[in-house]
C-alpha cells in the first residue's frame, strides 16, 4: 500500500500481520486476565463465607449463652419459692415432740436439703461471722462490744446460688 507524503514521495507502509503464535499470546493473556479475574472473585467469595459462618459462630454463642442465663433464672425462681416451705420445715421440726413424726419430716427435710445441693444452692454462714451487707440484712441492732459488727443472732436463713444472693440473711448485728 503507497502513501503520499507532504513532499511528493511515496511511502509504503506494511498492513500489520499478526502471526498465528501472537495471536495465541494474546488469547493467552486474555484467558490468563479472566483466570486472574475469577480467582480474585473466589477470593472475595471465601472471605464473604468465612465472615459468615464467623458471625453465625458469634450468634450462636450469645443465643446459647441467653437461654443458659434465662434457666438459671427460672431455677433461681423455684428455688426462691421453695425458701418459705423450707423454713416452715424447719419450724414444724422444732416443734415436734413425737420422736416417730419428727423423723419422718427430717427425713422429707433432708430430701428437699439435697435436692438444694444438687443446685449447688448454699446456706449463708451467718451466726458469729463477721457483718457483710452482701449477705446479710441487718433488721435488728445490740450494743455488744466484744462482738462489735458481728452477727449476734439469725432471724431468717439466707441462701446463695453459684455466687449470686437468692436471698440474704435477717440477722440481728452488735455494735
Do not use: W
Not at 490468563?32 to 472475595?44: R, T, Y
Not at 415436734?96 to 438444694?116: C, H, M, W, Y
Amino acid at each position: 500500500m503507497a502513501k503520499k507524503n507532504n513532499d511528493n514521495v511515496e511511502e509504503t507502509v506494511e498492513p500489520i500481520v499478526i502471526s498465528e503464535d501472537e495471536q495465541s499470546d494474546v488469547a493467552v493473556e486474555s484467558e490468563n486476565d479472566l483466570l486472574a479475574n475469577a480467582n480474585k472473585q473466589i477470593e472475595e467469595f471465601k472471605d464473604i463465607t468465612l465472615r459468615l459462618q464467623a458471625e453465625f459462630d458469634n450468634y450462636r454463642k450469645r443465643n446459647n449463652e441467653s437461654v443458659r442465663i434465662a434457666r438459671n433464672d427460672g431455677i433461681n425462681e423455684i428455688i426462691i419459692a421453695l425458701f418459705p416451705i423450707i423454713d416452715n420445715f424447719e419450724r414444724a421440726i422444732s416443734a415436734i415432740n413425737d420422736e416417730g413424726t419428727r423423723s419422718g419430716v427430717e427425713l422429707i427435710f433432708k430430701q428437699i436439703t439435697a435436692l438444694l445441693a444438687k443446685y449447688e444452692v448454699e446456706e449463708i454462714l451467718a451466726l458469729g461471722e463477721e457483718f457483710d451487707p452482701k449477705y446479710h440484712h441487718a433488721i435488728a441492732q445490740c450494743e455488744d462490744a466484744e462482738n462489735s459488727n458481728k452477727v449476734v443472732e439469725v432471724f431468717q436463713k439466707g441462701y446463695k446460688r453459684k455466687d449470686k444472693v437468692l436471698r440474704p440473711a435477717m440477722v440481728k448485728v452488735a455494735q
